[in-house]
């Protein structure tokens, strides 16, 4: 049988064999960091055995876990934060405005919206035909406002000197509707793009470190699982030698006992 390397593990000075454990230059650097803050004299041409290296890959486990687990809960506050400040509500501006509005406004409302319809147009076409047909024609014998119209043409005068400046007041309203809604949805991009950066940095982190560290994790749980299969078949390889011994024991008692009646 060919003779197995042995080696000396630096922390128990047992010997083993090199399966059965690592030298240092080959573990990951955050392992070794972590075994030499313990010993700090260990060189990378140092062996530990996979009981004493156990201990530091938990640890590193332990490590990686909890740093994760605190960088997202300080994600997780900001993001919390950031979603509760109120330091701008967001406001329903139709709804404000209606609050608000006096009863000059209203009626300038009203003015503007059934000035600007065609029932307005209708209505006043309507009007003007039925003055000029009456006072043209002299129908029911009244003539009070005979051509040219005069009277109709003060009227329409004065309906176009009020209705101007009503439909002024009605256009500072929308403009100021505008204005509301526009400060409204600043404010609502501010804050979506407050809450988006940190969603982002959520993202960052989950790609950028938890992925990573997953994956590492993943990699040192298969190699504690290599770790304990070895010991599984040292152990069956010592009870096999074991077993081994205890038959030709009992053959050499067997052939002891034929062998004596013979003598
Ligand atoms: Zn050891």
């Given at each position: 049988m060919a003779?197995?390397?042995?080696?000396?593990?630096?922390?128990?000075?047992q010997?083993?064999?090199?399966?059965?454990?690592r030298y240092?230059?080959?573990?990951?650097p955050a392992?070794?960091?972590?075994?030499k803050?313990?010993y700090?004299s260990a060189k990378?041409t140092?062996?530990?055995?996979?009981h004493?290296?156990?201990?530091?890959?938990?640890m590193?486990?332990?490590?990686?876990?909890?740093?994760?687990?605190?960088q997202t809960?300080?994600?997780n506050?900001?993001?919390?934060?950031?979603m509760?400040?109120?330091?701008?509500?967001?406001?329903?501006v139709?709804?404000?405005?209606?609050?608000?509005?006096?009863?000059?406004?209203?009626?300038?409302d009203?003015?503007a919206?059934?000035?600007g319809?065609w029932g307005?147009?209708?209505?006043f076409?309507?009007v003007?035909v039925?003055?000029?047909?009456?006072?043209?024609?002299g129908?029911f014998?009244?003539k009070?406002d005979?051509?040219p119209f005069i009277l109709?043409?003060?009227?329409l005068?004065c309906?176009?000197?009020?209705?101007?400046p009503?439909?002024?007041?009605?256009?500072n309203?929308?403009?100021?509707?505008?204005r509301?809604?526009?400060?409204?949805?600043?404010?609502?991009?501010?804050k979506?793009?407050?809450?988006l950066?940190?969603?982002?940095?959520k993202?960052?982190?989950?790609?950028?470190n938890?992925l990573?560290?997953?994956?590492?994790?993943?990699?040192l749980?298969?190699?504690?699982l290599?770790q304990?299969r070895?010991?599984?078949?040292?152990?069956?390889?010592n009870q096999?030698?074991?077993?081994?011994?205890n038959?030709?024991?009992?053959?050499?008692m067997k052939?002891?006992?034929?062998?004596?009646p013979k003598?």
């Amino acid at each position: 049988m060919a003779e197995e390397k042995t080696a000396i593990c630096f922390i128990d000075h047992q010997k083993h064999m090199v399966i059965d454990g690592r030298y240092l230059k080959d573990l990951e650097p955050a392992t070794r960091n972590l075994i030499k803050s313990d010993y700090p004299s260990a060189k990378v041409t140092d062996f530990i055995c996979d009981h004493d290296l156990l201990k530091y890959q938990l640890m590193r486990v332990d490590g990686m876990v909890r740093s994760d687990v605190k960088q997202t809960r300080k994600i997780n506050r900001r993001l919390t934060r950031a979603m509760q400040s109120d330091d701008y509500e967001i406001v329903d501006v139709n709804e404000n405005l209606e609050k608000t509005l006096t009863f000059g406004q209203r009626v300038s409302d009203a003015v503007a919206r059934f000035g600007g319809s065609w029932g307005f147009i209708g209505v006043f076409t309507f009007v003007l035909v039925a003055w000029m047909f009456v006072n043209g024609a002299g129908i029911f014998g009244i003539k009070f406002d005979p051509f040219p119209f005069i009277l109709l043409n003060l009227a329409l005068s004065c309906i176009a000197a009020i209705q101007a400046p009503i439909i002024m007041m009605s256009q500072n309203r929308a403009a100021d509707r505008d204005r509301m809604n526009s400060e409204n949805d600043y404010h609502v991009n501010l804050k979506s793009e407050h809450e988006l950066r940190i969603l982002h940095a959520k993202l960052d982190n989950l790609t950028q470190n938890q992925l990573p560290h997953t994956l590492e994790i993943q990699k040192l749980e298969i190699e504690i699982l290599g770790q304990i299969r070895n010991e599984l078949d040292q152990l069956h390889r010592n009870q096999a030698t074991f077993s081994g011994d205890n038959q030709s024991d009992e053959k050499e008692m067997k052939t002891g006992q034929k062998t004596t009646p013979k003598e």
